[in-house]
Structures are given as C-alpha cells and as structure tokens.
C-alpha cells in the first residue's frame, strides 16, 4: 500500500488482513531502532541525501522481515514500501531529485511484490484525515510537500504499472476494489 498521509494505508491494510486472514501488516518506517529515530526525527537536521539512505536501510532490515514472514506461509501486506522512499525523497531532494539514484539504492533492499496499490487521493483531504486522528502531524504533512509527493506516486504508478485507486471513498469501497484486483489477478479466491 502506497500514498500520501492520510490516504487509508493503514486502514486498508487492516481490513485486507482480516479478508486474508493468512496474513501479517508491516509499516515504514518500522518500529526497529532505525525505523523508530526516523520517524521521531532523532537524526535531527540532515541532508535529503542521507535521510533517504536510513530510509532504505531501515528498509533493508524490514525486507529480511517480510522475507521470513513469506518464508512461513503467511501474506505480508506493507503499509508503505519500495515507492515512498522515492516519492518523499525525491520532494525534499526537489530540483535535485536524481529519481534513478532513489530506485537504484534500493535494489538490494527490496523484493518484487505481487501487487502494488497506490491510494490515491487530494493530499488536502488527505490532510483534514490527519487533523481528524488529533495527533501531532509530522514534518512531511503539509500540503505543498504532499502535492509534490501524490504527483511523484502517480508518475511511479504509470511507469511501474501500480493499481490506482479512489482514496476519497468510504473504507469498504477501497477494500473492493483492492480484494477485486487480487482476485482478477489470481492472487486471492472469490469469496
């Protein structure tokens, strides 16, 4: 599950769970020392550069856990992967985004996954979502920043054939599409 904040990622992977019922949910960044001071901000003031770099090795412990969870028998539904390190880095690299670099730093870090849904959704819906949970927003929520990223996530969804879906629907429209999508695909039985 990709998008901006406040476009149901967590949500979705959620209910998703609950349809499979075979299946664990991870998030980025995770709740690993690494995943844990990104998401603070511990690191303080750093370079776009060097923060994408946590970001991937953050990812890089994740996708040991994925592969162990697969290893198992069980489904693995991410709450972010492959796609957020490039379209949130790429925003605050801007003009000096190498989007290349922000693919090719992953590659060892990553798997291919089955499918790939881009929630996509008007990042100032998005954000009133945000305001909604009453939580403090983190650095990357705010509206200009996020415009940039959706724009980022739509170019990756075409040039990476992801599923686009309405993220301004109710949960359970969501969920259709996505269940509707695996289940085309081969991935998922009718229920």
């Known amino acids: 599950m990709e998008g901006v904040d406040g476009s149901g990622k967590t949500t979705l992977?959620?209910?998703?769970?609950?349809?499979?019922?075979?299946?664990?949910?991870?998030?980025?960044?995770?709740?690993?020392?690494?995943?844990?001071?990104?998401?603070?901000?511990?690191?303080?003031?750093?370079?776009?550069?060097?923060?994408?770099?946590?970001?991937?090795?953050?990812?890089?412990?994740?996708?040991?856990?994925?592969?162990?969870?697969?290893?198992?028998?069980?489904?693995?539904?991410?709450?972010?992967?492959?796609?957020?390190?490039i379209a949130y880095q790429s925003a605050s690299l801007g003009d000096e985004a190498d989007m290349e670099w922000l693919e090719d730093i992953q590659k060892c870090a990553t798997i291919e996954p089955d499918a790939v849904f881009l929630l996509d959704i008007d990042p100032s819906v998005g954000l009133s979502r945000v305001d909604d949970r009453g939580i403090e927003k983190s650095r990357f929520e705010k509206l200009d920043f996020l415009m940039k990223v959706r724009s980022t996530y739509l170019g990756l969804a075409k040039r990476h054939g992801y599923d686009v879906i309405d993220a301004s629907r109710s949960a359970e429209e969501v969920l259709s599409d996505v269940v509707s999508v695996l289940v085309r695909r081969g991935l998922l039985a009718s229920e």
């Open 13 to 85: 992977a959620q209910a998703l769970k609950e349809r499979i019922g075979n299946a664990v949910t991870t998030f980025e960044p995770t709740k690993g020392k690494l995943g844990a001071m990104l998401r603070s901000g511990d690191f303080g003031k750093i370079p776009p550069a060097a923060e994408a770099l946590l970001f991937v090795a953050d990812r890089a412990i994740h996708t040991e856990e994925i592969k162990n969870n697969l290893d198992n028998g069980y489904w693995v539904i991410c709450d972010r992967y492959f796609a957020s390190t």
